[in-house]
């Protein structure tokens, strides 16, 4: 059984940055697919970033590309989601999540596994 415990949201303004963590447990972040996701109020979950623990490679959404940089530690056993040039539009609850096949996705419905998630609030 993974389990993941999102850390790290707050209250921004808009331009500044935060930098959420995603402690894993019952497996290693280097042998699973660890995504973002978020999900604004009265909006679907959407995908934000995934990086593939097997090969290191990374994708993102369009409107995070340069701005949000996902990021892990083997030693921590831990996966990072770096936020710079935070907007309003980020307001969110972010989750992590992970799938064991060793395929990055950009759908939530391919993860199995899935933090409690962490609020970021972006003011203007």
């Known amino acids: 059984q993974v389990q993941l415990v999102e850390s790290g949201g707050g209250l921004v303004q808009a331009g500044g940055s935060l930098r959420l963590s995603c402690a894993a447990s019952?497996?290693?972040?280097?042998?699973?697919?660890v995504g973002w996701f978020r999900q604004a109020p009265g909006m679907e979950r959407e995908f934000v970033a995934s990086?593939?623990?097997?090969?290191?490679?990374?994708t993102y959404t369009d409107s995070v590309q340069g701005r949000f940089t996902i990021s892990r530690n083997n030693a921590a056993n831990s996966v990072y989601l770096q936020m710079n040039s935070l907007r309003p539009e980020d307001t969110a609850v972010y989750y992590c999540?992970?799938?064991?096949?060793?395929?990055?996705?950009?759908?939530?419905?391919?993860?199995?596994?899935w933090g409690q998630g962490t609020q970021v609030t972006v003011s203007s």
């Open positions: 990086l593939n623990g097997y090969t290191g490679s990374t």
């Open positions: 999540a992970a799938r064991l096949t060793p395929v990055l996705s950009t759908l939530d419905t391919n993860y199995v596994y």
């Open positions: 019952g497996r290693t972040v280097s042998t699973s697919v």
